[in-house]
């Protein structure tokens, strides 16, 4: 194996790391930095160089000292000043000063204070509460860290979507407040297409050309900017503090339907959609739609009006991937997508019973604050020590307090449960309780190692009871935390069909689970879907808005979706026999692909619904 010239920079870079934490001299510090830095820019690789016996003292910035230890690490592999300096520090301590935010003062901090020597460790110490409690640490630093290891976790540096929305609704408001000639200021790109993870944030806003400018300047000058990547007037790139890059570019309000809908993407719609308007002698571009015979260029004020110059209707961001969308929409067969409005109830609620937040009546005065007609409460069956899960005499006095409570409100409270699919498929509560029960989420939460064939046949069993109404977050995942357990989708999602048994897309933004392609596909086989939030707060039940980005990403209509049903439907639903349901389900009539043809809900796209 050749060593490279980075390999190289990068043990000295280290060096000079350890050097510093060890307390010496500034001079030899720099030294070491400055031929780190050298050797990454030099155009010729250092192994060959020594093998050509060529003097690397000739070259700047490598003294004599550097040219040793280079010859060292080339011969033998190792450095051995590096080796005890090394030996010298706490284990650990260059491994945790991997992460963003974490200097050689707080690496040498909690190695020495709390022995941690991974990132695993330092990740467990700071949901303990360990890290927060160090001397000038604190729970922010604390949480900083955090998000700086989540964001190493997700791959190339992705940002999932529940965090980088926030922060590009925090930038936008901010910016907002200090332009008040801006305007039409929306995220485009992969979070108005509502990805599950983001590679940048992009806005797009309007403002008149003189004042453009300074917009920019007003993004650059925002706090928690850490760096400016480019500053002109048309684009300002900037890298907030967490690490997440913000691409702001401005137009004029009469061209900003073709710049809304450019810098929304995707890049492979976006080719496609140029192929087509070619062939009807057009070419597209940020600025409008111009007539190749002519020269002349056409401005759209709006997405509508520029998709419609094109004979087509405006195609939702959530479908535009470059795969079936155009073909749909110009066969006037684009879906009529379910909205955040089409949901009529929430099964999934946790209160303080179990692990959640908040008390009963709290989660079920949120219920009615989001309009709905019906929800369920669900709070842990026992089996989950820590989740603090109901016993069953805890179920039957909650179950009693619900009917009772229900007196109180318009809303029709339902008596569930997320009970526990035990590790080989039975469940957590005897069947006559199960049976008390008008709604049982039955969810994985432990055993999530087994393999495929295991935990295929555990779900399947879990759905082939008669009380279960829809298996929770089937594949446990967590964002950028814990992969998804092992299974046989296909597998799952035909018995899901055969035992009436409905799927859940859980919104939690760390779960998004089902996702997006999982959810297209239970679509395709006619399998009931739920969207539910999870809820272990009363203000969480507007995380909705990820589980409905993910169902309309699956070219779901309401019809495909189990909780827009109106209550007497829903509650006619519950009450049939589960080898029944599907029946019920499949009936519901399709609501007209024709009428979507025209204004799809998301056509004037709205900061919290880009
Ligand atoms: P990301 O940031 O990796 O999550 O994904 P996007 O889709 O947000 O990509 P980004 O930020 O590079 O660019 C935003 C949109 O701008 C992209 O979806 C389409 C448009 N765009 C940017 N560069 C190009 C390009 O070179 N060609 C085309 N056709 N479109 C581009
Ligand atoms: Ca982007
Ligand atoms: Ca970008
Ligand atoms: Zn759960």
Known sequence: ?????????????????????????????????????????????????VQDAVDLKKIPGIGKAISEKTQEYLQTGRVDAYDRLLAELPDGVLTLMTIPGIGSKTAMLITQELGISTIEGIEKAIHEGKVAALPRMGPRAADNILRHIQSLRTKDGRTPIGHALAVAEETAAALQAQCPQLSQLYPAGSLRRWEETIGD???????????????????????????????????????????????????????????????????????????YAHRLGLSLNEYGITDLQTGQVEQFADETAFYARLGLPCIPP????????????????????????????????????????????????????????????????????????????????QINLLRRLQENYPITILCGSEVDIRADGTLDYPDELLAELDVVVASVH?????????????????????????????????????QPVEFDLEALLRAARATGTAMEINSAPERMDLKDTHAHRARELGVPLVINTDSHHFTSLGQRRFGVAIARRAWCQPRHILNTLPRDQFLTFLRTPKPY????????????????????PDSTPAPGRP
Request: charge should be negative; proline fraction near 4%.
């Open 1 to 49: 194996m050749p060593v490279s010239n980075d390999e190289i920079a990068e043990l000295f870079e280290n060096m000079a790391t350890l050097l510093e934490m060890k307390g010496d001299t500034v001079f030899k510090i720099r030294a070491y930095q400055r031929a780190a830095r050298t050797i990454s820019q030099l155009s010729f690789p250092l192994e060959q160089a």
């Open 201 to 275: 944030i992009d806005l797009v806003g309007v403002a008149p050309e003189p004042q453009q400018a300074g917009v920019g300047d007003a993004l650059a000058a925002l706090p928690g900017v850490r760096e400016v990547l480019a500053h002109g007037p048309k684009k300002t790139s900037v890298i907030l503090e967490p690490g997440i890059q913000v691409d702001l570019r401005l137009g004029a309000a009469e061209s900003f339907g073709a710049m809304l809908q450019y810098f929304s993407g995707s890049q492979q719609h976006n080719l496609r959609l140029r192929d």
């Open 446 to 482: 432990s055993a999530m190692g087994q393999d495929s064939d295991t935990m295929t046949r555990r779900i399947i069993r879990a759905m082939e009871h008669p009380a279960v109404t829809l298996i929770g977050h089937a594949s446990t995942r967590l964002l950028s935390r814990r």
């Open 581 to 600: 349901r599907i029946e019920l389900f499949d009936a519901r009539p399709d609501a007209s692909t024709a009428t979507a043809t025209t204004a799809t």
């Open 318 to 397: 959530e479908l535009r991937v470059g795969m079936d969308e155009l073909a749909a929409a110009q066969a006037g067969a684009l879906p009529n997508l379910v909205t955040e409005a089409d949901l009529r109830g929430d099964l999934h609620l946790h209160s303080d019973w179990s692990d959640g937040r908040d008390p009963i009546e709290r989660m079920i005065e949120a219920a009615v604050a989001q309009g709905y007609q019906y929800m369920a409460l669900t709070d842990h069956s026992s089996g989950r020590g820590i989740a603090n899960g109901l016993s069953n005499e805890r179920l039957v006095e």
